[in-house]
Each structure stands twice: as structure tokens, then as C-alpha cells.
């Protein structure tokens, strides 16, 4: 099992779920966060005084499947996140241990994301 | 009910239109009743007016301040309001009115239906001119607090709120309106028509001594020194409050006529109107020229310069005069903000826009006081005196306007001085650094101004909120996992 890590922009993040989801690969978690990088800050003017926010807005992904299926999220992640300029992002890709089902108690690659003949709820 | 009450104003308002006109048909001797009349109707919506420039200031503090400290700034103008209220009526108003010395008057305390003060007998009349000017007494203490905000104990509110309202405006009001030493300076009396001085530089000298003694936020200067912004949490609402405000300024300034003679109350307002457009005009020229920003809270604060910088000259003034004041105290108010915030930390600007263009829009009557307006005894601006030969005179009403701001500005600063270093030296007069930082909703008042920021909403539409414990006996089956997709 690998969890695959992306800091992508906002406007990347629908695009990615639609293509995960169209390939079977529903699972996934986003959080808001703030990071710096070789993007510059923002520069605010606030009655007369200018503030710069050194940290930008970023969303992270999380997505954790199957080792196969690894290559296949990372493509579709830099298929849409890369517009060419500094502050598309990065990916980052870790080993997982262990992966538990909270409602049932279930263990096993079983509980990542949907298999052959499941319906999954449609995004649109 | 609620048709009848309808209907019960839709009378009243018609009632309101016919009047005047029943007047005129009536013959002369209607006429003078019906005019005191209409003169204490026009006093009364322009006190409702004045009232609602508490919800301006509200506004204004609130969405210059951070999200933490909101709650703060609702409990203080509502505790505000009821404290000027309760101790104008009972103290206040008796040393502001026209009786007494020159330093203070002594009759009218505990205002009361049938009472005497200065020789004349309590009517509706008095008691609407009475509430007018508590309003104003509530407008100038609520400027004091803008320098204060996100830093202050809630109990230095409450203690100045009752000296301010009982002793320190009164006698600034006393002093200017109640025949008292400012009203006579020389031979000339110091002319402020609505309170650029007497409101306005008053509340911001009670908020520069605050200040003085407060200290700035935490975080606002950083260790080289240098000033930081820390930007307020909501513009739209800090504008609604500037427009609020303007709005409120239509019953401060015109209705200071105390009446509808000549109609000259529409002189009046429009003076406000132009004033305060070219404020707002001249600090977003300027703030542009110096940061090329479009800066929002920049150009509240110059609508708000424009106003309060028109207030004391707006019934002395010609129109084409108006613009020019408040264009000037719009470009006023921009630098002193910037130079103000260098040393002092004013959230919302009240020094430069209520304190240095009150001192502006008191000096400019002295400039531009038109002699077809201005008071008796008094001497048209320089203006007029450089045309019509009588220049010597114009500049000793420009210096006696600039004696009425010294003199406020000294009585104000010492007393406020002295109530919050009581204060502090008591109570004390700052929350300790850990309030500070979880903001002063839930250090002292117990609640988030917006709770959902702070603590989040629960999910909507889970099957069971009780937890299950899965039956360890019977593993989940392949036809449970199949029929719920599956979800991270």
C-alpha cells in the first residue's frame, strides 16, 4: 500500500477527483493548508501599512491504494495540477503499514477504494 | 393588530404631509405653535438618525477588528449607549445646560417634566433637545473607543463611560454651547455648529489618553520597531458601517439646526453630502499616490474625515466651500494615519479622523465662515477678510477658533488622563497577555463572536451518533462491504 501526498493548487483538485473517480479510485482527503516555496508571498495593503503573507494557500491530497495503482495517481495528479509556473506543487509518495475500516473493523487492501463491480457514488 | 398598527402609521404619515399645509391655511396665529411643532418633529428624526450612528460605529470597530474580538465590540457600544444615557439624563445634562457659570452649568439634573432650568419651565420640546444632545454625549464617547479596541478591560469601559458622560463632555458642551467661557473668547465666541471640537476632537482626546496608557496591541510593532498591519476582518462590514455613519451624519450636522426655519436645515446636509464625498475621493487619491493600492479602509476613513471635518463648519459655510474642507481633512486624515501609526497603535484610525480633522474642520470655519452664516459677534473667515478689507478681524476669529480646540483639547486630555490612570492604577486598564491572544469574546464575555470560525459545526446526516461496536463474532461479510461503497 502506498499514500500518496500532493500539494497542488486549488483549482486542480476537481479535475483530479473527477479522473480518479471515472477510474475507480473514490477515496480520498483534502485539507486546506499553508505552505512557502519558491512561489513569493502576497503582498496586502492595509490602510497604508503593507503586510506580506509569506505563506500561500495550497490544498493537500491524500490518496492511499494499492502499489499498482500508485503510478496511475500520480499521473493523473501531474496531468492536471502542472500549469508550468512555480506553485503547482509537489507529490510526495510513503509506504502505509497498515489500513483499517473504522465502521466494520476490516483490515487489508480491501478497505482502500472500490473494486470490480461496486458502484460508486457518481461525482459530477 | 398588525393592520391596525399599519394602518395607524399610514394616518400619521399622511397627517405628516397635511400638516404643513393645514398650517399656511390656518392663518398666522397657527403658524408659530405648528412651526415649534415641526421644528421638534425634524429634532426628533434627526435624533433617531444620530442614534443609529451607534450601529456605524459598531459596524466600523467590528470589521476593523480581528474575528476573535468581535462579541467585544457589541457589548461595548450596547453598555456604552445605556451608561451615556442613564448619566446624562442624571448628571450630565445639568452641568452641559445654559444655567450655572461659565464652567459648568447647575440646574437640570435628574431632568423631569415641569422642572426650571435657566428660568425656563420643562416642556415636550426641551425634553426632545434634551435627547438630542445625550445622543450627541453617546456618539463622542463611542469615537473613544477605537483606539482601545482588542486590548481593553471591559470594566474601563463602563468606569470612563460614567465620568465621560456625567462630567468630562458636559463641561466641553457647557463650555461651547451652554453660554460658557468658550462662547465668549475675546468678544468672539468659538464657533463649532455641530461638534467638530466638541464631539468629535473630544472623543479622540479621551481615546489618545487611553491609548497613551494602554499601549499597543501585541504584534503590531515588531522587534525593529516597525509598524505591522494587522487587517481588520471584514471590509463590507466595516464600509456598511462608514455608510451608516454618513447616513447618521444627515441628523448630527442638519439637524443642529434645532428646526426647519428657512429650511435651512437642507443647507445644512448638503455641506455634510459634498464634504464627505470629497473626502472619500481625496484619501483614495492619496493613499493611491503613495502605495498605488485602491485602499478600502482608507477610504472609509476619509468619508468618515470628510464628515467630521464639515461637521463644525457645516452651518456656517457656503456650498463650494464644503468640498474644499472635506477634501482637505480627506488628505489629512491619510497622513496622519501613517504618521500616527509609526508610534501609536489606533485600530481604527480614530485620531487622525476624529481628532485632526475635528481640530481641521474647527480651524476652517475661520477660513471660509461665510458672513451671511455665521454666528453674532463672530468675524467671517480670512477668506472674506483678504476681499472685503475686514482681515484683521477674520484672523482673530481663525485665532479664536484655534483657542476653542486648545482649550478642549487640554480640558479633555487632562481629565481622561487622570480617569484612566485611576483605572489603571486600580482594576487596571489592559487584559492580561494570554486574553489578549485568545481574543476578548471568550476572555470577557464567554463566547465567540462567530462561533462556527472557532468551534466546528457537527456533520449532518450520519446514520446513528451513538457508537457501535462491530460484533467480533460475525466478521463483515463481502455483501455488507459491496452494498456502502467504500469510503476513506
Same mark, same amino acid.
Given at each position: 500500500?502506498?499514500?500518496?501526498? !500532493?500539494?497542488?493548487?486549488?483549482? !486542480?483538485?476537481?479535475?483530479?477527483?473527477?479522473?480518479?473517480?471515472?477510474?475507480?479510485?473514490?477515496?480520498?482527503?483534502?485539507?486546506?493548508?499553508?505552505?512557502?516555496?519558491?512561489?513569493?508571498?502576497?503582498?496586502?495593503?492595509?490602510?497604508?501599512?503593507?503586510?506580506?503573507?509569506?505563506?500561500?494557500?495550497?490544498?493537500?491530497?491524500?490518496?492511499?491504494?494499492?502499489?499498482?495503482?500508485?503510478?496511475?495517481?500520480?499521473?493523473?495528479?501531474?496531468?492536471?495540477?502542472?500549469?508550468?509556473?512555480?506553485?503547482?506543487?509537489?507529490?510526495?509518495?510513503?509506504?502505509?503499514?497498515?489500513?483499517?475500516?473504522?465502521?466494520?473493523?476490516?483490515?487489508?487492501?480491501?478497505?482502500?477504494?472500490?473494486?470490480?463491480?461496486?458502484?460508486?457514488?457518481?461525482?459530477? | 393588530?398588525?393592520?391596525?398598527?399599519?394602518?395607524?402609521?399610514?394616518?400619521?404619515?399622511?397627517?405628516?404631509?397635511?400638516?404643513?399645509?393645514?398650517?399656511?391655511?390656518?392663518?398666522?396665529?397657527?403658524?408659530?405653535?405648528?412651526?415649534?411643532?415641526?421644528?421638534?418633529?425634524?429634532?426628533?428624526?434627526?435624533?433617531?438618525?444620530?442614534?443609529?450612528?451607534?450601529?456605524?460605529?459598531?459596524?466600523?470597530?467590528?470589521?476593523?477588528?480581528?474575528?476573535?474580538?468581535?462579541?467585544?465590540?457589541?457589548?461595548?457600544?450596547?453598555?456604552?449607549?445605556?451608561? +451615556?444615557?442613564?448619566?446624562?439624563?442624571?448628571?450630565?445634562?445639568?452641568?452641559?445646560?445654559?444655567?450655572?457659570?461659565?464652567?459648568?452649568?447647575?440646574?437640570?439634573?435628574?431632568?423631569?417634566?415641569?422642572? /426650571?432650568?435657566?428660568?425656563?419651565?420643562?416642556?415636550?420640546?426641551? &425634553?426632545?433637545?434634551?435627547?438630542? =444632545?445625550?445622543?450627541?454625549?453617546?456618539?463622542?464617547?463611542?469615537? %473613544?473607543?477605537?483606539?482601545?479596541?482588542?486590548?481593553?478591560?471591559?470594566?474601563?469601559? %463602563?468606569?470612563?463611560?460614567?465620568?465621560? +458622560?456625567?462630567?468630562?463632555? #458636559?463641561?466641553?458642551?457647557? =463650555?461651547?454651547?451652554?453660554?460658557?467661557?468658550?462662547? $465668549?473668547?475675546?468678544?468672539?465666541?468659538?464657533? $463649532?455648529?455641530?461638534?467638530?471640537?466638541?464631539?468629535?476632537?473630544?472623543?479622540?482626546?479621551?481615546?489618545?489618553? &487611553?491609548?497613551?496608557?494602554?499601549?499597543?496591541?501585541?504584534?503590531?510593532?515588531?522587534?525593529?520597531?516597525?509598524?505591522?498591519?494587522? #487587517?481588520?476582518?471584514?471590509?463590507?462590514?466595516?464600509?456598511?458601517? %462608514?455608510?451608516?455613519?454618513? %447616513?447618521?451624519?444627515?441628523?448630527?450636522?442638519?439637524?443642529?439646526?434645532?428646526?426647519?426655519?428657512?429650511?435651512?436645515?437642507?443647507?445644512?446636509?448638503?455641506?455634510?453630502?459634498?464634504?464627505?464625498? &470629497?473626502?472619500?475621493?481625496?484619501?483614495?487619491?492619496?493613499?493611491?499616490?503613495?502605495?498605488?493600492?485602491?485602499?478600502?479602509?482608507? &477610504?472609509?476613513?476619509?468619508?468618515?474625515?470628510?464628515?467630521?471635518?464639515?461637521?463644525? #463648519?457645516?452651518?456656517?459655510?457656503?456650498?463650494?466651500?464644503?468640498?474644499?474642507?472635506?477634501?482637505?481633512?480627506?488628505?489629512?486624515?491619510?497622513?496622519?494615519?501613517?504618521?500616527?501609526?509609526?508610534?501609536?497603535?489606533?485600530?481604527?484610525?480614530?485620531?487622525? +479622523?476624529?481628532?485632526?480633522?475635528?481640530?481641521?474642520?474647527?480651524?476652517?470655519?475661520?477660513?471660509?465662515?461665510?458672513?451671511?452664516?455665521?454666528?453674532? =459677534?463672530?468675524?467671517?473667515?480670512?477668506?472674506?477678510?483678504?476681499?472685503?478689507?475686514?482681515?484683521?478681524?477674520?484672523?482673530?476669529?481663525?485665532?479664536?477658533?484655534?483657542?476653542?480646540?486648545?482649550?478642549?483639547?487640554?480640558?479633555?486630555?487632562?481629565?481622561?488622563? +487622570?480617569?484612566?490612570?485611576?483605572?489603571?492604577?486600580?482594576?487596571?486598564?489592559?487584559?492580561? /497577555?494570554?486574553?489578549?491572544?485568545? =481574543?476578548?469574546?471568550?476572555?470577557?464575555?464567554?463566547?465567540?463572536?462567530?462561533? /462556527?470560525?472557532?468551534?466546528?459545526?457537527?456533520?449532518?446526516?450520519?446514520?446513528?451518533?451513538?457508537?457501535?461496536?462491530?460484533?467480533?463474532?460475525?466478521?463483515?461479510?463481502?455483501?455488507?462491504?459491496?452494498?456502502? #461503497?467504500?469510503?476513506?
Amino acid at each position: 500500500m502506498k499514500k500518496v501526498e !500532493a500539494f497542488i493548487r486549488h483549482e !486542480a483538485f476537481e479535475p483530479i477527483r473527477q479522473e480518479l473517480l471515472e477510474r475507480g479510485i473514490p477515496s480520498l482527503s483534502i485539507s486546506e493548508v499553508k505552505g512557502s516555496g519558491r512561489q513569493k508571498g502576497v503582498v496586502e495593503h492595509y490602510r497604508g501599512a503593507s503586510l506580506t503573507v509569506n505563506v500561500r494557500p495550497k490544498l493537500k491530497v491524500e490518496i492511499v491504494v494499492d502499489d499498482h495503482e500508485k503510478d496511475l495517481v500520480v499521473e493523473t495528479i501531474l496531468k492536471h495540477a502542472r500549469t508550468g509556473s512555480i506553485g503547482d506543487g509537489k507529490i510526495f509518495v510513503y509506504p502505509v503499514e497498515q489500513a483499517i475500516r473504522i465502521r466494520t473493523g476490516e483490515e487489508g487492501e480491501d478497505v482502500l477504494q472500490s473494486h470490480e463491480g461496486v458502484e460508486v457514488p457518481s461525482g459530477s | 393588530m398588525t393592520k391596525r398598527l399599519s394602518l395607524v402609521a399610514l394616518m400619521a404619515s399622511v397627517a405628516c404631509l397635511v400638516l404643513p399645509s393645514l398650517a399656511s391655511a390656518q392663518g398666522p396665529n397657527a403658524i408659530p405653535n405648528l412651526n415649534s411643532e415641526l421644528d421638534i418633529t425634524w429634532v426628533m428624526v434627526a435624533a433617531v438618525l444620530v442614534l443609529f450612528m451607534q450601529a456605524g460605529f459598531l459596524l466600523l470597530e467590528v470589521g476593523f477588528s480581528r474575528q476573535k474580538n468581535v462579541g467585544a465590540g457589541v457589548a461595548k457600544i450596547l453598555v456604552n449607549l445605556g451608561i +451615556a444615557t442613564l448619566a446624562w439624563w442624571s448628571v450630565g445634562y445639568g452641568i452641559a445646560s445654559l444655567s450655572g457659570n461659565k464652567i459648568f452649568g447647575t440646574e437640570g439634573f435628574f431632568f423631569h417634566h415641569g422642572q /426650571e432650568i435657566a428660568g425656563l419651565t420643562v416642556g415636550g420640546g426641551d &425634553a426632545a433637545l434634551m435627547l438630542f =444632545g445625550m445622543l450627541f454625549c453617546a456618539v463622542s464617547l463611542a469615537i %473613544v473607543w477605537g483606539t482601545t479596541l482588542e486590548r481593553i478591560k471591559f470594566g474601563a469601559y %463602563v468606569i470612563y463611560a460614567i465620568v465621560f +458622560a456625567a462630567v468630562i463632555y #458636559p463641561l466641553v458642551a457647557h =463650555g461651547v454651547y451652554g453660554g460658557g467661557l468658550l462662547a $465668549d473668547v475675546g468678544g468672539k465666541p468659538v464657533m $463649532d455648529f455641530a461638534g467638530s471640537s466638541v464631539v468629535h476632537l473630544t472623543g479622540a482626546v479621551g481615546g489618545l489618553a &487611553a491609548l497613551l496608557l494602554l499601549g499597543a496591541r501585541k504584534g503590531k510593532y515588531g522587534g525593529d520597531g516597525k509598524p505591522r498591519a494587522i #487587517p481588520g476582518h471584514s471590509m463590507p462590514i466595516a464600509g456598511l458601517g %462608514v455608510l451608516i455613519l454618513w %447616513v447618521g451624519w444627515y441628523g448630527f450636522n442638519a439637524g443642529s439646526t434645532f428646526g426647519t426655519t428657512d429650511n435651512f436645515f437642507a443647507e445644512v446636509a448638503l455641506n455634510t453630502q459634498l464634504a464627505a464625498a &470629497a473626502g472619500a475621493l481625496a484619501a483614495m487619491a492619496v493613499i493611491y499616490a503613495r502605495t498605488k493600492a485602491l485602499d478600502v479602509g482608507m &477610504a472609509g476613513n476619509g468619508a468618515i474625515a470628510g464628515l467630521v471635518g464639515i461637521t463644525a #463648519p457645516s452651518g456656517y459655510v457656503e456650498f463650494w466651500a464644503a468640498p474644499i474642507i472635506g477634501a482637505v481633512a480627506g488628505v489629512i486624515v491619510v497622513y496622519g494615519i501613517l504618521a500616527i501609526d509609526k508610534r501609536l497603535d489606533d485600530p481604527v484610525g480614530a485620531l487622525s +479622523a476624529h481628532g485632526l480633522a475635528g481640530i481641521w474642520g474647527t480651524l476652517s470655519i475661520g477660513i471660509f465662515g461665510s458672513s451671511r452664516l455665521i454666528l453674532e =459677534g463672530a468675524s467671517p473667515g480670512i477668506w472674506y477678510g483678504i476681499t472685503d478689507g475686514g482681515f484683521a478681524a477674520s484672523l482673530g476669529q481663525f485665532a479664536v477658533q484655534a483657542v476653542g480646540v486648545a482649550a478642549i483639547f487640554t480640558l479633555v486630555f487632562v481629565l481622561s488622563y +487622570a480617569t484612566f490612570a485611576a483605572i489603571k492604577a486600580t482594576i487596571g486598564l489592559r487584559v492580561d /497577555e494570554e486574553e489578549e491572544e485568545a =481574543g476578548l469574546d471568550i476572555s470577557s464575555h464567554g463566547m465567540y463572536g462567530y462561533p /462556527e470560525q472557532f468551534i466546528p459545526a457537527e456533520e449532518f446526516g450520519f446514520a446513528s451518533r451513538t457508537p457501535v461496536t462491530p460484533d467480533a463474532t460475525k466478521p463483515a461479510t463481502a455483501t455488507a462491504m459491496a452494498s456502502t #461503497p467504500s469510503q476513506a
